[in-house]
């Protein structure tokens, strides 16, 4: 091979050397933006849009059980309020957190909203709002199938604009608006702020034997309007 010869194939090596270079520096750039999207939408949905949220703790049971994983849809409650029936994850009230020790993600059912009169009567054996008894058979049952009762004790509210009466599906084992409106019989503290709802959880998803979706019950929606109801 001539020395012309000799240069013309190592140039072309050279060549092919920075080609190749180059390309695998295009692949690694593109990876590189490729994670940094998905991780920006993947924030972007996890803040604005949905979320996974864990249940710890029996206060919705059966509903919702221990160790269940939820998905929750933030977004909805931008455009509309809280609708009775709804199950919400929401910032706990500060006193219910000192009492609990607990000032994480909440999640109950939303029972009667700003402007309802929600109350139990122990004669009834119902919750009411606005006067119309309420059917809830997402109440907890334990293991010989005994409902617990609606309320262990009777109570009348009305609940202040902007605000939320919120209770857990096991009544018997559940912080929640009636049990603190029992103990302080104050409604404000009782209540929960509309600002404080993080979203709607909308079904259940793990373990995979418990998955469905989470409508409001069909009760609700005899519930009249608290204008009409007075």
């Known amino acids: 091979m001539?020395?012309?010869?000799?240069?013309?194939?190592?140039?072309?090596?050279?060549?092919?050397?920075?080609?190749?270079?180059?390309?695998?520096?295009?692949?690694l750039r593109e990876l590189i933006i490729l994670v940094v999207v998905a991780v920006v939408?993947?924030?972007?949905?996890?803040?604005f849009i949905a979320a996974?949220?864990?249940i710890p703790s029996g206060s919705m049971e059966h509903t919702l059980d221990i160790h269940d994983r939820v998905l929750v849809y933030k977004l909805g409650y931008r455009f509309h309020d809280p609708n009775r029936g709804d199950i919400v994850v929401f910032k706990a009230p500060h006193q219910w957190a000192e009492e609990t020790g607990d000032g994480g993600d909440w999640i109950k059912r939303v029972i009667a909203v700003g402007g309802d009169k929600v109350a139990y009567d122990d004669a009834k054996g119902r919750i009411t709002v606005n006067g119309r008894a309420i059917n809830e058979p997402y109440i907890y049952?334990?293991?010989?199938?005994?409902?617990?009762?609606?309320?262990?004790?009777?109570?009348?509210?009305?609940?202040?604009?902007?605000?939320?009466?919120?209770?857990?599906?096991?009544r018997s084992n559940s912080s929640d608006s009636r049990e603190h409106y029992l103990q302080s019989h104050n409604v404000m503290l009782s209540t929960v702020p509309e600002s404080r709802v993080v979203?709607?959880?909308?079904?259940?998803?793990?373990?995979?034997?418990?998955?469905?979706?989470?409508?409001?019950?069909?009760?609700?929606?005899?519930?009249?309007?608290?204008?009409?109801?007075?």
Request: glycine share 8%; aromatic share 12%; net charge positive.
């Open 199 to 230: 979203g709607r959880a909308f079904a259940t998803y793990w373990p995979l034997n418990r998955m469905t979706w989470l409508s409001a019950p069909s009760t609700f929606d005899s519930v009249p309007d608290a204008r009409a109801a007075n």
């Open 2 to 27: 001539s020395n012309a010869e000799s240069k013309h194939a190592e140039s072309e090596r050279a060549g092919s050397d920075r080609a190749r270079s180059k390309r695998s520096g295009s692949w």
């Open 52 to 54: 996974s949220f864990y």
């Open 41 to 47: 939408v993947a924030f972007g949905v996890r803040t």
């Open 141 to 170: 049952h334990n293991a010989q199938g005994v409902q617990d009762p609606p309320s262990e004790a009777p109570f009348s509210v009305t609940v202040p604009k902007g605000r939320l009466w919120l209770m857990g599906d096991h």
